[in-house]
């Protein structure tokens, strides 16, 4: 079945750096990826939706400039986290669209700690 | 406003029991596709079941049905025979309808354990 690989699994950086996460669609062409974040205990809250070639769309009260989405191919979307803060700690997990179907396909997700 | 309410934030049962999850929706399209996902403590998401607004029959998968009742607004989860592999977080969720990215909208899920 269809495959999202999402890298890395667990990150830990210092604040004030940028984190870069990779969603990459092994079998199939991810014409549409969604961006979710998931605080501990708490459900998947979704930040953006990116379409191959164009720009993301953001949900409401995610700041553009902190997430940065890039869906350069239908193979590949990333999520870079600037500059994070302690605050921007979460687990991240992206889901693809196939270009047919009526499926959503996970990633693993990404545990991001911000020291 | 709330688009999937899942009421149940825990739910116990024991072995080779039946179990109900517990999932309301709220729209007012007529075309509209309901899920359900397992979510383990290693944070994947796997998918369980699937439920669109124009099906007549139920959705099934193995030990999974979907309890789907338009008119009430609901789709309760049914588990049968629990194992204790069962045990995690349970999110409904609604494939928003007339939006253009066929976004997924989730509830706040129920944690399920499953006891020997």
């Known amino acids: 079945g269809a495959v999202v690989s999402q890298h890395p699994s667990w990150v830990i950086c210092k604040s004030g750096t940028s984190v870069k996460i990779e969603c990459r669609s092994l079998?199939?062409?991810?014409?549409?990826m969604f961006w979710y974040r998931q605080f501990p205990k708490q459900s998947l809250m979704l930040m953006a939706t990116s379409n191959e070639g164009s720009k993301a769309t953001y949900e409401q009260g995610v700041e553009k400039d902190k997430f940065l989405i890039n869906h350069a191919s239908l193979t590949l979307s990333t999520l870079t986290v600037t500059s994070a803060h302690p605050e921007d700690s979460s687990f991240y997990i992206c889901s693809a669209r196939s270009t047919g179907g009526d499926g959503y396909t996970f990633g693993s997700g990404t545990r991001l700690t911000v020291v | 406003a709330q688009k999937i309410t899942q009421t149940q934030p825990g739910m116990f049962v024991q072995e080779k029991e039946a179990v109900t999850l517990d999932c309301t929706y709220d729209?007012?399209?007529?075309?509209?596709?309901l899920f359900w996902y397992k979510q383990p403590s290693s944070g994947e998401m796997i998918f369980l079941i699937y439920?669109?607004?124009?099906?007549?029959q139920n959705a099934t998968e193995g030990r999974y049905s979907l309890n789907f009742q338009k008119a009430r607004k609901s789709a309760n989860l049914v588990i049968s025979a629990s194992q204790l592999g069962d045990s995690a977080m349970y999110f409904c969720a609604m494939r928003e309808p007339n939006t253009g990215f066929q976004k997924l909208v989730f509830g706040t899920g129920t944690r399920l354990l499953v006891s020997p």
């Open positions: 439920q669109g607004s124009y099906d007549e």
């Open positions: 729209t007012s399209d007529q075309s509209y596709g």
């Open positions: 079998d199939f062409q991810a014409t549409t």
